[in-house]
């Protein structure tokens, strides 16, 4: 399948800094990618869908102004995470689909944990 | 809204047996259902797909069933072995757009 890669694996920042997450469709060009959200033993909430070129669509109850997206390429788009507080600790993940394929399949990236102390 | 569920927050199983993994939705707008395996700290693997027009979809030991009438879906797994001891995911889409995720089912499948 389509190989999507997250960077990095896992981060620790310190209260009130920013923190960028990238995702990479490798072998594909995503015009859309996905940002999810999981906290332990919960399901993935989705926060928001990035489109190349123009605005990102923020799911209800997301903080577009915390969680900054940007799409700037169609390989590319990042989550920065801004002025993290403790309670942005969590596991989030990245997913783009190959528009080459007839399905609704997308893949994933490997994840980030952020850990903000 | 849980738009799409997942009722059995665990599920054991012996090697060699079969797995049976269900979930049931709720919105008659998904026309694409999907199955995700998904280890701890790690981002979900795909794993085999329906569409609505269909009822079955095999691939290998993994075979997805759709019950449209119902809003059910099921993942058989034949045979289970330790290795598939992982969280499923059913994931639910509207015309190829967003994916809506259940809860997840962890399965245990012990030697």
């Known amino acids: 399948g389509a190989v999507v890669s997250q960077h990095p694996s896992r981060v620790i920042c310190k209260s009130g800094t920013s923190v960028k997450i990238e995702c990479r469709s490798l072998d594909f060009q995503a015009t859309t990618m996905f940002w999810y959200r999981q906290f332990p033993k919960q399901s993935l909430m989705l926060m928001a869908t990035s489109n190349e070129g123009s605005k990102a669509t923020y799911e209800q109850g997301v903080e577009k102004d915390k969680f900054l997206i940007n799409h700037a390429s169609l390989t590319l788009s990042t989550l920065t995470v801004t002025s993290a507080h403790p309670e942005d600790s969590s596991f989030y993940i990245c997913?783009?689909?190959?528009?080459?394929?007839?399905?609704?399949?997308?893949?994933f990236g490997q994840g980030t944990r952020l850990t903000v102390v | 809204d849980q738009q799409v569920k997942q009722n059995s927050p665990s599920l054991s199983v012996q090697e060699g047996r079969i797995s049976i993994l269900n979930c049931d939705y709720t919105n008659s707008m998904f026309d694409y259902f999907l199955w995700y395996k998904k280890y701890p700290a790690e981002g979900p693997t795909f794993l085999i797909s329906?569409?609505?027009?269909?009822d079955k979809n095999e691939d290998g030991r993994f075979t997805v069933f759709l019950n449209k009438s119902a809003k059910h879906l099921s993942l058989h797994i034949v045979p289970s072995q330790p290795g598939d001891s992982a969280v499923y995911f059913c994931a639910a889409s509207d015309r190829g757009s967003r994916l809506t995720f259940g809860e997840g089912t962890q399965l245990t499948v012990n030697p």
């Open positions: 997913s783009a689909r190959d528009p080459a394929l007839s399905g609704a399949e997308a893949f």
């Open positions: 329906i569409s609505s027009i269909k």
